[in-house]
Nanobody
Framework: QVQLVESGGDLVQPGGSLRLSCAASGSISRINRMGWYRQAPGKEREFVAVITFSGTTNYADSVKGRFTISRDIAANTMYLQMNSLKPEDTAVYYC????????WGRGTQVTVSS
């Protein structure tokens, strides 16, 4: 079992920045990769970014150049640095972790609005 807790969501103005955190606990050694997904009102959950066990990263086209995924292995924490935020980035952001199955956190709300 893996437990995930997101934090860092907030209300921010367009062009602003936020850093989301995802704290992992439990069977951490079994995690192959971790990622961020988001779900806007009335839309399906979509992929944002992923980081593998070896440190390889991948991003959705909509966030490339603006968002950066990273991790602190010693702290069992993954991050999503979000810069140049746009109103269309407004969503609940979820952390995921993959072992033989996918685990999800409960999400953190990001609202980009003036």
């Amino acid at each position: 079992q893996v437990q995930l807790v997101e934090s860092g969501g907030d209300l921010v103005q367009p062009g602003g920045s936020l850093r989301l955190s995802c704290a992992a606990s439990g069977s951490i050694s079994r995690i192959n990769r971790m990622g961020w997904y988001r779900q806007a009102p009335g839309k399906e959950r979509e992929f944002v970014a992923v980081i593998t066990f070896s440190g390889t990263t991948n991003y959705a086209d909509s966030v490339k150049g603006r968002f950066t995924i990273s991790r602190d292995i010693a702290a069992n924490t993954m991050y999503l640095q979000m810069n140049s935020l746009k109103p269309e980035d407004t969503a609940v952001y979820y952390c995921s972790a993959e072992t033989y199955r996918v685990y999800w956190g409960r999400g953190t709300q990001v609202t980009v609005s003036s």
